[in-house]
C-alpha cells in the first residue's frame, strides 16, 4: 500500500472529502437539500445585489462609478457572506443568526479584500484575459479565509494565492459549471439564477473543505 493511500484512508475515516468536479457538486446537492431556506434566501438576496450594481455599471460615467461602488460595498460582501453560510451548509453545521452577522464585524476586511480582488481580476482580464481567469480562481479561497479564519484582507489574498497552488484548474472546472448553471437559471427569471448561483457556491465551498480539511484534521494549520 502506497502513502497516498494511506494518507486517502485516513482523511475517509476523518470524514474529510476527496476534491473532483462530480464530488464537490454532488455534495452541494447534498447541502443545498439539508439547508434550502437559508440558502435560497441569503442566495436571492446576493443575485439582487449584483443585479443593482451591475444595472448602474453598463451607462459609464458617473452611473458607472456608482455601480462600481455598490458592488465593492454591498454585492462583494453580501456574496461572500453566502459563501460562508455555503461553507457551513458543505460542512454539515447548522446556519445561525450568528452566521449573519461576521458580515457586519468583518464588513472592512470583506470591502478591503472584495475591491483588491476585483481590481486584480479586471486588471489580469485585459491583459489577454487568461491571466484575469487564473487570478479569480487563484483568490477564490479570499472569502472563507475573511470569514472562517478570521484573516485580514491582505493575509487573505496572500494565503489563498498560497492554498490554490496547483488548483487553478479544478476551481475553474467547479466555476465554469457553477456559470452554466447560473446562465441555465435565467430562464427562469431570479430564482433559477439564485439556484445556479448557490450551486456554484456550495460546489466551490466543497472544493475548499477538501482542499483545507486534510491539514486541520491531520494536527496542522491551514495557513501559516
Known sequence: MTVSQD??????????PEPGLLRCYREAFGALLDYPLPILCMALLAFGAVVVAWHPMQYGGALGLVGCALGVFVAVPVAWTLDYLCLQAVRGEPIRERDLRLLRRRYADLVIAGAAVSLAVVAGLFLLVVPGIVLYCRLRFVPYLVLDEGL????????SLELTRGST??????????ALLRSLGL??????????????????????????????????????
Open 187 to 224: 430562464g427562469l427569471f431570479g430564482v433559477g439564477a439564485a439556484v445556479g448561483d448557490a450551486m456554484g457556491r456550495l460546489a466551490t465551498a466543497s472544493l475548499y473543505h477538501a482542499t483545507v480539511e486534510p491539514t486541520r484534521e491531520l494536527g496542522g494549520r491551514v495557513v501559516s
Open 169 to 178: 484548474w479544478p476551481i475553474f472546472g467547479v466555476s465554469l459549471v457553477g
Open 7 to 16: 494518507l486517502s484512508e485516513e482523511l475517509e475515516l476523518v470524514g474529510v
Open 152 to 159: 485580514s484582507a491582505r493575509e487573505a489574498l496572500r494565503a
